[in-house]
């Protein structure tokens, strides 16, 4: 049974995200389960998200605000996050992803179920011009299982959707890269020998913005392939081979 301390601590880095990220925090504090902590990390906003996550701190006490007062990049904010943690769970949720209400209480009743490392959930892809949520034809499902060596091939965890066990794994950061962080933290912890479960239900909405690194193709390609040779520090033969059914999912998930 899980309690009702702060056992789930959801890092939430922040730019810029005035338009969103009201959103986001409130889709949170719907949750079905109350045990958790937002870090959420401003990294110096040149607009009023920083005022508004304090606002959302001074109501709520369970919501920490992390101010830079220069920008440090995605990487950095979320080991901010991560570094001041108290929940024995560390979730993710960027400022322009929803959650919805059960995702917290699903997702942790899964992970003790399974004793699993590492979980991540199938989500809804939604555009920014959509006001009416994801149809069904745009869910992506996720793997029921993924160990490190299916991780080299392809990475199918959504990053607002996953959440990992520190008691399990320990404390663990991603690379201080300018992208693909996320593929890069999977990478660690699996590396040790873990395993990652999906749990098929849609529970986030991921929002899919014009210019990001999600629609732009290529650009994401070159920052997988940077993470197959710096992170997972694999030898030209084996990252292209690896590289080769990345090309190939992407090409699947296209599709969708």
């Not at 889709?27 to 870090?39: D, N, P, S, V």
Request: hydrophobic share 40%; with cysteine; glycine share 4%.
């Amino acid at each position: 049974m899980i309690g009702t301390d702060p056992c789930c601590s959801i890092v939430m880095p922040a730019r810029d995200s005035a338009s969103t990220v009201k959103e986001a925090i409130a889709a949170i504090e719907r949750q079905t389960f109350y045990g958790w902590e937002i870090l959420a990390v401003d990294d110096a906003s040149s607009d009023f998200t920083r005022s508004l996550l304090g606002s959302f701190a001074a109501e709520d006490d369970r919501i920490k605000l992390i101010a830079f007062e220069r920008r440090q990049g995605p990487a950095i904010a979320r080991n901010k996050g991560i570094e001041a943690a108290r929940g024995r769970y560390i979730a993710f949720c960027d400022s322009d992803d929803v959650w919805h209400p059960q995702k917290l209480e699903k997702q942790l009743a899964f992970m003790q179920q399974h004793r699993c490392a590492v979980s991540f959930t199938a989500y809804r892809k939604v555009s920014e011009a959509d006001t009416a949520r994801a149809s069904a034809d745009r869910i992506v499902h996720p793997p029921a299982r993924v160990d490190y060596q299916d991780l080299l091939r392809s990475n199918p965890i959504g990053l607002s959707t996953a959440m990992y066990d520190t008691r399990l794994c320990g404390k663990v950061y991603m690379p201080d890269i300018a992208r693909r962080q996320d593929y890069g933290l999977w990478l660690r912890i699996m590396r040790e020998g873990h395993i990652a479960l999906g749990l098929d239900e849609p529970l986030v909405d991921y929002r899919i913005r014009k210019g990001s690194l999600s629609s732009n193709k290529a650009l994401a390609a070159w920052y997988y392939w940077r993470v197959l040779r710096q992170v997972a520090e694999l030898p030209v033969p084996r990252a292209s081979l690896a590289f080769m059914s990345y090309v190939r999912e992407s090409l699947r998930k296209a599709r969708i």
